[in-house]
């Protein structure tokens, strides 16, 4: 499997551990091309998207960002939009969508590096 083949899809698909690894080594390829880069999360609830989060900042050495609006957070199925750039995780209650983690590539200098990969598990980097 490639990051080319989530390319539409509605939720992400279950991983093996081989399929996992290849995608992670793609990744990691890719995003080292960018400059900076936007993160969606849909998942089931607030405490899920954040975590999933939380584990790809970590996992990628990237600084955690901050949460708008922390003591309201939304309940049941919830969009997390993160702005590497701006330094700010926004939360909203979304019913209706998929499952999963989506990561877009910002690269001004160099447009042809830019894209989205996902939807990744929740739990990719975990």
């Known amino acids: 499997m490639i990051l080319e083949d989530l390319k539409g899809l509605r939720s992400a698909p279950d991983l093996t551990a081989q399929e996992k690894q290849q995608l992670a080594e793609d990744l990691k390829q890719r995003i080292s091309a960018c400059d900076w880069f936007t993160v969606?999360?849909?998942a089931p609830g607030a405490d899920q998207a954040l975590a999933s989060l939380r584990a790809m900042e970590a996992?990628?050495?990237w600084q955690a960002m901050q949460l708008l609006d922390q003591h309201?957070?939304?309940d049941g199925a919830v969009f997390l939009k993160a702005n590497q750039r701006t330094g700010t995780v926004t939360l909203r209650h979304e019913a209706g969508l998929g499952e999963g983690l989506l990561i877009s590539g910002q690269c001004?200098?160099?447009p042809a590096a830019e894209d989205t990969w996902g939807p990744?598990?929740?739990?990719f980097f975990i």
């Open 40 to 42: 969606g999360v849909m």
């Open 108 to 110: 001004p200098s160099n």
């Open 59 to 61: 996992s990628l050495g």
């Open 120 to 123: 990744l598990p929740l739990d």
């Open 72 to 74: 309201e957070l939304p």
